[in-house]
């Protein structure tokens, strides 16, 4: 069933992940629009909402822990020189209208509000394609605007004083299975040298599905990426890795992610062959 609320994404009519707009979560989880669950072409789940590891984890989206002091992120923040803390400083991302819907993607205005101000508008653009019989693409952007009056921030638990937690930006929260995925980018494997690294993509390969995430313009591909597979599996492109990602006011930060979504376990030819597929489309 498609609601107002909550659009199915669908390729060629197969459903493949359903989009929630106004969830009813606890501030503490930075309430937000996300996608789960979404699904490779078989039907295989391949995102989490809320596992018990990271409750503020919720599917596929885009999360900043730090947007001038403000979490929208959710959970603790990080305090330099005092570490993760229970603040009351989460904000929320509010759905405003979607300017285009159809069965295979949508344009959606948000606000990202705080203290009862907003502080970013957000237009995002996502959309599903079939690449094969077993592979589709999601292609997600999203601009966000300083619509302030004064100048705003974006950073990390990194940018504050916690080494190797640069996360923040569009973030895929993948399926928890018994082994750990394998992560792996045209030059690299394993989580810690592909962790923190540049690469015009990169892949998590589970036990019967792999997402290749791409960076889709020359600002996305600068970006680092966030990895993590021992302690649960999850990959996000980061926006503020070494330093705060100033943004004037009036001013729009754009990111394009673009992942192939698969069923079984790709090799690196194969990953990189669909990611082209996916990306000059």
Excluded: C
């Amino acid at each position: 069933m498609t609601t107002n609320d909550s659009p199915v994404l669908r390729v060629s009519g197969r459903p493949v992940g359903r989009y929630v707009t106004r969830p009813e979560l606890p501030a503490r989880l930075s309430p937000r629009p996300y996608l789960h669950p979404v699904t490779t072409l078989a039907g295989t789940a391949v995102t989490e909402l809320s596992p018990a590891d990271h409750t503020h984890h919720l599917g596929v989206g885009v999360a900043v822990p730090d947007v001038e002091g403000h979490n929208f992120w959710g959970g603790r923040t990080y305090v330099r020189d005092k570490g993760p803390t229970e603040l009351d400083n989460h904000g929320a991302q509010r759905h405003i209208s979607f300017q285009l819907r159809d069965p295979d993607g949508f344009v959606e205005e948000l606000r990202w509000v705080a203290s009862g101000a907003e502080l970013l508008r957000e237009r995002r653009t996502v959309a599903a394609t079939e690449l094969t019989d077993a592979a589709w693409a999601l292609d997600f952007t999203f601009s966000l605007t300083n619509v302030t009056s004064g100048l705003l921030s974006i950073g990390s638990p990194a940018t504050n004083g916690r080494p190797g937690a640069a996360y923040g930006g569009f973030f895929w929260r993948a399926r928890k299975e018994r082994e750990a995925p394998h992560v792996f980018t045209p030059d690299r494997e394993g989580e810690p040298a592909v962790h923190g690294s540049r690469a015009d993509w990169l892949a998590l390969a589970g036990s019967t599905w792999t997402l290749v995430l791409a960076g889709a313009t020359d600002a996305t591909r600068r970006d680092p990426w966030f990895v993590r597979t021992a302690e649960y599996p999850g990959v996000g492109s980061s926006l503020a890795h070494e330093e705060r990602l100033a943004i004037e006011p009036g001013d729009t930060v754009v990111r394009r992610v673009v992942t192939v979504v698969a069923d079984g376990r790709l090799g690196r030819d194969e990953a990189a062959a669909l990611v082209r597929k996916a990306v000059s489309r």
